[in-house]
């Protein structure tokens, strides 16, 4: 067996250039900066998804019409996939922007992409990004 295979090279092409994924979650009314911040860095796409979640901090009762404390907490995903060399300038970029210093500001995930297809130009790899 032929140790230099397609397949083999394929892989070590991928593993050299590799790209990540970072997706945040965020507080909704951090959106907009987040996203001028990550322009500003270079990132050509990102995409969003509203929700809401919660963190494993403790919760603050509200008022409103006596006091209670919400289930859950309005939340924002925005998510890019990036080279490995862009990705600690993406995740600076995140934490400028949102870092407020106190709980609750988020959280950042980064992991790794195996690989990627553009679909319309059936393009391969990192130019697809």
Do not use: W
């Not at 080279?83 to 106190?102: C, F």
Request: hydrophobic share 45%.
């Amino acid at each position: 067996m032929n140790l230099f295979n397609l397949k083999n090279l394929y892989h070590l092409i991928y593993v050299l250039c590799g790209m990540k994924r970072v997706e945040a979650i965020i507080a909704p009314e951090k959106l907009s900066v987040i996203n001028d911040a990550l322009k500003k860095v270079g990132v050509g796409g990102v995409m969003v998804v509203s929700g809401k979640g919660r963190g494993a901090a403790r919760r603050e009762a509200i008022s409103s019409r006596g006091y209670y404390v919400p289930q859950f907490h309005a939340r924002a995903s925005i998510m890019t996939v990036v080279d490995d060399s862009k990705v600690e300038a993406v995740v600076n970029a995140i934490l400028n922007a949102a870092t407020t210093v106190s709980s609750g500001d988020g959280k950042i995930f980064i992991s790794t992409v195996g690989d990627a297809v553009d679909i319309g130009s059936k393009k391969r790899g990192t130019g697809t990004v």
